[in-house]
């Protein structure tokens, strides 16, 4: 199932390019271990920002209990979604202060973004994570027809699970850039970056993926194999 999983194929090819060029990059010297720290920090924004169109273009309509048309899903989703990444951006700054990584006094967001933004060759490697998560939104949600199968709500809470991932490897790389082991820090994060976006990208209809996940994890007695496998989907689309 491994092989059938991280074989180049057209939904994971530019999972593969883009962290081997970013890579590329670091080994040449463009871009320092710290740039690509910051840029996979700042994929949570990209993340979000795509979310949104996903929910923009979802087919099927909220229920109509939740009380939210389409619109309001969205803006919900940029309040709850825009507070979170604040707060995680907090600590993720505070820890980046302690670890020596660079000196950032954590309430000041906007001074530390602007740092961050500011970092040489910044704007290629978000100029990259761009085109990767635009092509997927392309080629997966779009091209595969998962707009139909989902509502804005439905979709609302996709982003989290894959956030919190990264925020963990960002204090994990963190640790290593404090020991200056960089090369292991940006091994780690481009590593564990393709494995989550590959995995994502691979559960969808007839996954072995998507298949396994439903016969080994837990789920509530009231739902059956269908249920949980619409809620799988959802919360990693």
């Known amino acids: 199932m491994l092989k059938a999983i991280f074989y180049p194929n057209s939904r ?36 979000g920002l795509f979310n949104a169109l996903k929910m923009a273009c979802a087919h099927k309509p909220n229920d109509s209990k939740e009380g939210y048309n389409k619109l309001g899903s969205i803006l919900f989703f ?34 530390n973004y602007a740092l961050v933004i500011q970092q040489e060759n910044m704007w290629l490697l978000l100029l990259t994570l761009c085109i990767t998560h635009g092509y997927n939104f392309v080629m997966v949600y779009i091209k595969e027809e998962r707009f139909m199968e989902v509502s804005p709500m439905e979709i609302m809470f996709a982003p989290y699970l894959r956030i919190f991932v990264q925020q963990f490897v960002v204090i994990l790389a963190g640790f290593f850039l404090f020991f200056e082991q ?10 564990v970056r393709t494995v989550v976006d590959i995995f994502i990208v691979e559960i969808r209809k007839e996954s072995p993926v998507l298949d396994y996940a439903v016969a080994k994890l837990q789920r509530p007695k009231e739902w059956d194999d269908e249920t949980f496998r619409k809620h799988i989907k959802s919360i990693t689309e």
């Open 12 to 47: 994971n090819r530019t999972i593969y390019m883009t962290n081997l060029f970013v890579l590329m990059l670091y080994i040449g010297g463009s871009v320092s271990a710290a740039t690509v720290l910051f840029s996979y920090f700042l994929e949570t924004i990209i993340i």
């Open 78 to 111: 940029f309040a709850h979604y825009g507070g979170f990444v604040a707060i995680q951006s907090i600590f993720a700054f505070a820890f980046v202060s302690i670890s020596g990584v660079k000196n950032m006094e954590p309430f000041d967001l906007p001074t």
């Open 182 to 191: 960089e090369s292991v820090a940006v091994v780690i994060l481009l590593v």
